[in-house]
Structure formats: structure tokens, C-alpha cells
């Protein structure tokens, strides 16, 4: 595993749940407005946590903590994912799984083998196009034709996985919730409707309000200013789609 942080203590990333953040490291999405840009890659200078430190750590939590939040990075792309959730659960934590869904194969072992109790998974974007401007080379070349969401990631995918990972979380029994930053000069308050359309009758979704503290590419400063979303707004529309929506800021 690749840890590249732990924050020992939070009331805020698992819902009603005293935890533990771990934070592995690497993503196979290029984000702009990613707030862990120093998770992305893999390198010498990474910041990083044995796993013999974690667990010792966490054995010291036992009876102390509820459970162990697993984000990124993208927790899904490590070779050893299920081997270390195993041994969280081995200690009797609960655990909540951070995902962008690439991996449907990996959430569905997960969820049949119980071995998680939560899961969010982020969405980036509304499955359609990218709008093009007129006579560009995307409208005329399917080669050239580029998915709202690939343009928000920053790389190109099979989409048909994202689709797969919401549909088998929307299926499964445990408690999950999708979410979306919305980050101005990006997205539309059309985009969100678009994605409550794809989501419909999903338990919960939640917009996270974007802020330029720490981003991934500072070229997005140039996209967001002067921009505006009235995130509160869009929330309320979204409510016929899901069964709980909410802002967080």
C-alpha cells in the first residue's frame, strides 16, 4: 500500500462516526481543482506512512475510534486494497471507502464480501458531450469527441465504468452517497440537473462548494474568476432526484 497521510481524528469525513482518515497515494485522474494534489503522483518526495505505522496506530485506537475512512488518492488503483481492508475489519473497525469509480470491479468485491460499510464516490461531471464550438474537429471525427467528463478529469476513460460503479452502489445495501465539487466556470447548474437525471432515486447527494486554497493546476484561477454558483440554489432543484440533498462548505 501506499499511504501518503493520516489524520488520527475526525468527526467530519464519516458521517455520525468517530474515525480515522488514511490517505493512499496515486490517481489515475488529473483533476484541476483536486484539493490533495500532492496525492496524485507517485514519487521519491511523496509524502508517505508505512503500513506498520498505521496499524500500530490503529490498534492503539481500538475502542477509541468507530471507524477508518480510506480516501486518496484514489484508494481503488492499490494492487493491495482488499488485503488491507481486511485487515482493518480484522479489528473490528466499520469502514468508509472514497472512490471516483473507476474500478466497478473493485467496489463490487468489496460490497459482496462486506468488507465495507460506507462508501462516496465523487462525481465529476454529467456523462454527455463536451459542447464544442462550431466546426471543431470533435463535431465532425467521433475520434475526436470528448465526454463532459474526461474534459473535468483531465484524461480519457471508459465511461461505461463510471456508470457501472453508480449503478452497483445504488444497488448495494450499505449506506454510500455520491457527491459533487461544483466549481465555477466548469460546471452549470444544467450539469446538475443532468447528473440527477443519471442519478435518480440514489440516496444521497451532497455539492461541495470549491475553494482555491490548494489546487492540482493553478491555471483554473484563470476558468473560475468572476464566476459564481449558487450551489444552495441548485441543491433545491435537485431534490426530486435523491432521496437526501445537501451543501457542504
Same mark, same amino acid.
Given at each position: 500500500?501506499? +499511504?501518503?497521510?493520516? =489524520?488520527?481524528?475526525?468527526? +467530519?469525513? $464519516?458521517?455520525?462516526?468517530?474515525?480515522?482518515?488514511?490517505?493512499?497515494?496515486?490517481c489515475n485522474f488529473r483533476c484541476q481543482f483536486c484539493h490533495n494534489p500532492e496525492l496524485i503522483m507517485v514519487g521519491e518526495n511523496s509524502p508517505r506512512v508505512t503500513e506498520r505505522e498505521f496499524f500500530k496506530f490503529l490498534k492503539n485506537r481500538i475502542g477509541k475510534l468507530d471507524g477508518v475512512c480510506i480516501t486518496g488518492g484514489e484508494p481503488a488503483i492499490q494492487e493491495d486494497i482488499i488485503k488491507f481492508i481486511k485487515k482493518i475489519k480484522k479489528l473490528g473497525f466499520l469502514v468508509k471507502f472514497d472512490t471516483n469509480g473507476i474500478r466497478p470491479d473493485i467496489i463490487k468485491e468489496l460490497v459482496t464480501e462486506k468488507l465495507i460499510d460506507y462508501i462516496a464516490m465523487d462525481i465529476?461531471?454529467?456523462?454527455?458531450?463536451?459542447? #464544442?464550438?462550431?466546426n471543431s474537429k470533435s463535431q465532425t471525427?467521433?475520434?475526436?469527441?470528448?465526454?463532459?467528463? =474526461?474534459?473535468?478529469?483531465?484524461?480519457?476513460?471508459?465511461?461505461?465504468?463510471?456508470?457501472?460503479?453508480?449503478?452497483?452502489?445504488?444497488?448495494?445495501p450499505i449506506d454510500y452517497e455520491f457527491r459533487t465539487t461544483a466549481v465555477?466556470?466548469?460546471?452549470? @447548474?444544467?450539469?446538475?440537473? @443532468?447528473?440527477?437525471?443519471?442519478?435518480?432515486?440514489?440516496?444521497?447527494? $451532497? +455539492? #461541495? =462548494?470549491?475553494? @482555491?486554497?490548494?489546487?492540482?493546476? =493553478?491555471?483554473?484561477?484563470?476558468?473560475?474568476?468572476?464566476k459564481t454558483l449558487d450551489i444552495d440554489a441548485i441543491a433545491g432543484k435537485l431534490k426530486e432526484y435523491f432521496g437526501k440533498v445537501g451543501v457542504r462548505r
Open positions: 500500500m501506499f +499511504i501518503g497521510g493520516l =489524520e488520527k481524528f475526525t468527526l +467530519i469525513d $464519516y458521517p455520525k462516526k468517530i474515525a480515522c482518515t488514511v490517505f493512499t497515494l496515486g465529476k461531471a454529467p456523462l454527455g458531450l463536451k459542447s #464544442q464550438t462550431p471525427n467521433p475520434k475526436f469527441q470528448i465526454t463532459k467528463y =474526461e474534459d473535468v478529469i483531465g484524461v480519457k476513460i471508459d465511461i461505461e465504468k463510471i456508470k457501472e460503479s453508480a449503478s452497483v452502489i445504488m444497488s448495494s465555477p466556470g466548469i460546471h452549470t @447548474e444544467e450539469n446538475f440537473i @443532468e447528473i440527477g437525471k443519471w442519478l435518480n432515486g440514489a440516496k444521497a447527494y $451532497y +455539492i #461541495q =462548494e470549491y475553494r @482555491e486554497i490548494k489546487i492540482f493546476d =493553478e491555471k483554473l484561477k484563470n476558468t473560475t474568476r468572476g
